[in-house]
């Protein structure tokens, strides 16, 4: 079955803690996304990648980090060093070149303790 | 003045009446448009794109007004199911490897019976 997959559904830091939020991708897709949704907010992009081993940063990147070593897997991890992390993180990816529509994973909720 | 700016609703509205929503964006180089229907917790999934002479798909039409710089979304004999909140989403596509896509905040509908 085609798709992304995002794992955990639910997620819970503590303080001072790194946590890593998983998305695999199965549909051959070269670009992948993170973004971050806040209650009432649109989303946020944090990371994206457009091909293996290469990444950039989005619109709030601090306190976060990625990898790309495979194409079909993009990690995010969110460091110690981020806040406010409570937040819903969606991964997409985006098919060929001219297409603009994005696939989501159906997300992961971390929360803080 | 954000990039892309929506009511935030609720827009409450009976069984069968007929809803719409306007989005404006701030950046006049925008090339792609899109709605986007998000349910409470779940990942956004497209609902269409945005055409410049405008599109229809069933019971719902999309509208561009490039001099105002707007987009509207148009929801006929409203279902229940169609309670949801929908997002504006705008490509401005100047940066050819981000192909960076902006979202509204997003226009909750509650349709009630």
């Known amino acids: 079955d085609g798709g992304i997959t995002q794992s955990p559904k639910y997620l819970f830091r503590k303080e001072g803690q790194n946590v890593t939020l998983s998305c695999e991708q199965n549909?051959?897709?070269?670009?992948m996304y993170w973004y971050r949704q806040d209650p009432g907010q649109g989303l946020r992009l944090i990371y994206y990648?457009?091909?293996?081993?290469?990444?950039q940063k989005g619109d709030i990147a601090e306190g976060y980090s990625v990898s790309r070593e495979k194409k079909e897997s993009f990690p995010l991890t969110v460091t110690s060093a981020q806040k406010n992390p409570t937040a819903f993180y969606l991964c997409?990816?985006?098919?060929?070149?001219?297409?603009?529509?994005?696939?989501f994973g159906s997300g992961t909720q971390l929360s803080v303790l | 003045r954000k990039e892309v700016e929506q009511d935030p609703g609720p827009f409450n509205v009976p069984e069968g009446a007929t809803v719409a929503f306007n989005c404006t964006y701030s950046?006049?180089?925008?090339?792609?448009f899109f709605w986007y229907r998000q349910d409470c917790r779940k990942e956004p999934k497209l609902l269409m794109s945005?055409?410049?002479s405008g599109n229809e798909d069933g019971r719902f039409t999309a509208q561009l007004n490039r001099a105002s710089q707007y987009i509207s979304l148009l929801i006929r004999d409203s279902k229940l199911s169609d309670s949801a909140t929908y997002l504006c989403?705008?490509?401005?596509?100047?940066?050819?490897?981000?192909?960076?896509?902006?979202f509204g905040s997003g226009t909750r509908l509650q349709v009630q019976p």
């Open positions: 989403v705008v490509s401005d596509n100047m940066d050819t490897g981000r192909r960076a896509l902006t």
């Open positions: 997409a990816t985006k098919g060929r070149e001219g297409n603009e529509k994005l696939f």
């Open positions: 945005v055409y410049s």
């Open positions: 990648s457009q091909i293996v081993n290469d990444f």
């Open positions: 950046n006049s180089a925008s090339q792609s």
């Open positions: 549909l051959n897709h070269d670009a």
